[in-house]
């Protein structure tokens, strides 16, 4: 009765506690449910996304008629016509600079030169999240023969006070330039001209003419790295001549705060499609992306106004897929089915719009995840500046006079009024999305929902590790009751509450490890001469040494007599840490991610553990650890995603030391997730596949 009474005198656990309870006594139950759900949910993301739409009613596009005639269009026919003469004439590369610097003050502007050099990537770790346009702290001087000239020019806005600019960007290669990058100076100069004459700005304008010999990249960060951050050089500052110049075209200029930026060029002749493209590069460094609403802007007028046909990047190998076909053909069955249960759910969409759409999905998805800007619009996003990147695809020859007028007209009209929209801003952009990913132009994924497959996937991971430790904890607690006393200070230590430390220690010696071997190359990177095998060779058994090292100081994972539940409660647990940050930095490497690190993470099991199963289930699961300990492994890993992306499997060693170093030259967070969060889960998941299975307390019964 006391007994009784004492039991009901004692305080019921909380709701969550007991569903946390339930769902940890049937957790492989719940994790193959989430998981089953998040995948699910996954290849629904292109059914559920939302056709663009304006947040900012300022833009207002398209309510003014546009300015830019067949006069502005025969300017742009003068201007190349003089452009290529002065290319002609010129031997040391700075007859296009100076012609276009001389242009520019016919009309008025304020003109300068920017004089930068190439600045060489090199991997340094205390440098990695620093901007690469300090690797080199070399200024122009006058006397480096390889250099580059940008050529800027400014137009102050007569109804403006001067804090405010729209920067419009066209690349070129003064070296060798080629007929479509004439076509592009021209369209600027013809907009420049355009814009010189208006009485409506409120903003300036500045015009870039970027000397992309180096990379357009390089051009537009070094003058905005000038632009924001000055340096100053004492002595004689000389023009691009040798000689020094006027201070009106040598000194620095600078507008107001940068509102937005237009990155546009003329691309090569397609010989197929019924007209005009335009293709929109949004992706900046680390998945960061300008506001949504830029983007619909572009959009609008360039479809509804000007008649282009508007891409974004795809990967054309999913255009193609069998089984994606299957899948759309699934997804479209299932949407009309629950379209006709309720009609609020709008999941139905065509098979041919749902592969096309998760071509695009998956493009915008790999891209944001590589964490490395697709064009020179990156440059400004790292200050904070919203910029768009726009390739134009004419279908008609160049030399074809009349289709070249008309494309001059149209596409001069589509940049004026993306400047007037912005234009009309009072603020910067700040109503719309800045995470999303595109389906389309014009179809996105906000952020609410693309969150939702990640959730999905991540949710089981706390319960399988509190499930995990609390039966390591049972066994350990069953096992002291079972000894002797003499040797329970012993088991204290090996099996009792404490035995968690054990398993912390094998992941602290893991995580040391990774974040050597992330450091590797900025020394093998030291070796002159060496070849992407080579080094890729030297990187592998370094690494492989050191792991060595580590584990005869520090002690391996199995001579402390790590319990393989505990020690996959561990991984489990940094693996949730990893990607909980790293969906912070960059959602979409998270996102592909846990695709791969936890389904490697749930199945894996010890080949020697006993498991109560019959032989069937006990192959199969023996068989998918073995499947998942291949494909997660990273060089495997980027060798697939390779394929998938690019359509081509050739197998190369030295492919992987690329990869590598294309991103830490990039400072890619998804180089640190690489090896800081996946490497070393990879490494954990090998020592629980491995692990002997040996009873913790074995060796104190036997004494």
């Known amino acids: 009765m006391e007994s009784s009474a004492k039991e009901d005198a004692q305080p019921k656990p909380r709701l969550i506690v007991r569903l946390g309870r339930l769902l940890a006594s049937h957790h492989i139950l719940f994790s193959a449910l989430c998981c089953s759900a998040g995948i699910i949910a996954l290849l629904f993301l292109p059914a559920l996304a939302k056709n663009t739409y304006l947040s900012e009613n300022a833009l207002i596009p398209g309510s003014a008629n546009p300015l830019f005639s067949t006069e502005d269009v025969a300017e742009a026919n003068k201007f190349i016509k003089g452009i290529e003469a002065a290319a002609g004439e010129s031997r040391d590369g700075m007859g296009m600079p100076k012609f276009i ?21 090199h991997f340094h770790p205390l440098k990695f999240f620093t901007s690469m346009t300090n690797d080199l702290a070399i200024h122009p001087n006058g006397t480096y023969t ?18 405010e600019a729209i920067v419009l960007v066209t690349p070129y290669n003064s070296q060798r330039v080629k007929e479509n990058e004439v076509l592009s100076l021209a369209l600027g100069f013809s907009v420049f001209s355009l814009l010189s004459r208006a009485a409506w700005l409120s903003k300036d304008i500045v015009w870039l003419s970027a000397d992309s010999q180096f990379g357009e990249y390089t051009a537009v ?33 600078r507008a107001g705060t940068m509102a937005a930026a237009l990155i546009f060029k003329v691309g090569e002749t397609r010989n197929y499609g019924d007209r005009d493209s335009v293709t929109m590069y949004a992706e900046a460094s680390n998945g960061q992306m300008p506001n949504l609403d830029l983007l619909n802007v572009v959009h609008y007028l360039a479809v509804h106004r000007q008649g282009f046909r508007v891409n974004i990047e795809r990967i054309s190998s999913l255009l193609t897929s069998a089984w994606l076909r299957v899948i759309a053909e699934v997804i479209q069955t299932v949407g009309s089915l629950l379209r006709k249960i309720n009609p609020d759910w709008k999941l139905d969409i065509a098979a041919p719009d749902y592969v096309e759409g998760t071509a695009n999905l998956a493009s915008s998805i790999y891209n944001q995840a590589l964490g490395v800007p697709t064009g020179s619009h990156g440059a400004f996003r790292e200050y904070q500046v919203d910029a768009i990147s726009l390739e134009f695809s004419p279908t008609f020859h160049l030399r074809n006079e009349n289709a070249k007028s008309s494309f001059l007209v149209r596409g001069g009209r589509l940049i004026e009024g993306v400047v007037r929209s912005v234009n009309n801003l009072l603020e910067k952009f700040h109503q719309s999305f800045f995470l999303y990913f595109l389906t389309a132009p014009n179809k996105f994924i906000s952020v609410g929902v693309y969150m939702i497959p990640f959730a999905l996937l991540v949710i089981p991971l706390p319960i399988v590790a509190a499930a995990l430790a609390d039966g390591g904890k049972t066994e350990g607690t069953s096992m002291n009751d079972r000894n002797i006393k003499g040797s329970a200070d012993i ?29 590797l190359p900025y020394y093998i990177g030291q070796i002159a001469d060496g070849t992407p095998i080579q080094s890729a060779v030297i990187w592998v058994v370094l ?49 592909l991610g846990s695709l791969i690190v936890i389904p490697m993470c749930l199945f894996s099991r010890p080949v020697k553990a006993r498991l109560g199963m019959n032989f069937l289930p006990r192959i199969v699961l023996l068989a998918s650890n073995i499947f998942l300990a291949i494909f997660g492994f990273p060089p495997v890993t980027l060798f697939i995603m390779k394929g998938l992306s690019k359509g081509t499997w050739t197998i190369d060693i030295g492919d992987f030391w690329v990869s590598m170093e294309f991103l830490w030259k990039w400072s890619s967070a998804t180089y640190l997730y690489i090896f800081l969060v996946h490497l070393s889960c990879w490494l954990l998941c090998i ?4 692990h002997p299975c040996r009873q913790a307390g074995s060796k104190v019964k036997r004494e």
Not at 107 to 120: Q, R, T
Not at 232 to 248: Q, S
Not at 687 to 690: W, Y
């Open 101 to 121: 610097v001389q242009q520019m003050k016919e009309l008025g502007a304020e003109v300068c030169y920017h004089e930068f050099l190439p600045h060489s990537k």
């Open 146 to 163: 390889d250099s580059g000239t940008n050529t800027v020019g400014i137009i102050r806005a007569p109804r403006g006070d001067g804090k």
């Open 221 to 253: 960060s070094e003058w905005l790295s000038q632009y924001h951050n000055p340096t100053f050089v004492a002595g004689v500052t000389n023009g691009p001549d040798g000689i020094a110049e006027k201070a009106e075209t040598t000194d620095f200029k």
């Open 491 to 519: 088991l204290q230590i090996e099996g009792g509450a404490w035995k968690w430390l054990q398993s912390a220690r094998v992941l602290l010696v893991i995580q040391i490890w990774a974040v050597i071997v992330s450091l």
């Open 543 to 591: 690494s492989i040494i050191v792991l060595i090292i580590l584990y005869a100081m520090l002690g391996s994972p199995y001579s402390a007599g790590v319990e393989w539940k505990l020690l996959k409660a561990t991984m489990i647990t940094s693996i949730s840490i990893g990607l909980g940050l790293m969906s912070i930095i960059n959602f979409a490497t998270a996102q």
């Open 687 to 690: 020592h629980v596949l491995v």
